[in-house]
């Protein structure tokens, strides 16, 4: 089995930044897409942002321009960069990813347990 762990969220200012890394563990053979999802009480989970295995991104437009995904293929890890956040961002926010575990043959549709980010002042 593999898991994805998220850290970084917590409660920050209106206009404050965070960072939140999510590590992918178990037996992966490889990882295709990851990316990042949020949802906030009574509204359904949305795409923030997401990343290819080839570095390729895109953005919900609600966050383009302040908050950046990035990965470290070597360890497994994505981050996302969040500037500028305002009060409409608190969210508990989800990591995902497309797992190729050993010894299987097809990728699977991975989630972490979610991190909560509220800004507020």
């Known amino acids: 089995q593999a898991q994805l762990v998220e850290s970084g969220g917590g409660l920050v200012q209106p206009g404050g930044s965070l960072r939140l890394s999510c590590v992918a563990s178990?037996?992966?053979?490889?990882?295709?897409?990851m990316g990042w999802y949020r949802q906030a009480p009574g509204k359904q989970r949305e795409l923030v942002a997401r990343?290819?295995?080839?570095?390729?991104?895109n953005y919900a437009d609600s966050v383009k321009g302040r908050f950046t995904i990035s990965r470290d293929n070597a360890k497994n890890t994505v981050y996302l960069q969040m500037n500028s956040l305002n009060p409409e961002d608190t969210a508990v926010y989800y990591c995902?990813?497309?797992?190729?575990?050993?010894?299987?043959?097809?990728?699977?549709?991975?989630w972490g347990q979610g991190t909560q980010v509220t800004v507020s002042s």
């Open positions: 178990g037996r992966i053979f490889n990882i295709r897409d």
């Open positions: 990343i290819e295995s080839s570095g390729n991104t």
């Open positions: 995902n990813a497309d797992l190729l575990l050993a010894p299987s043959i097809e990728y699977a549709d991975t």
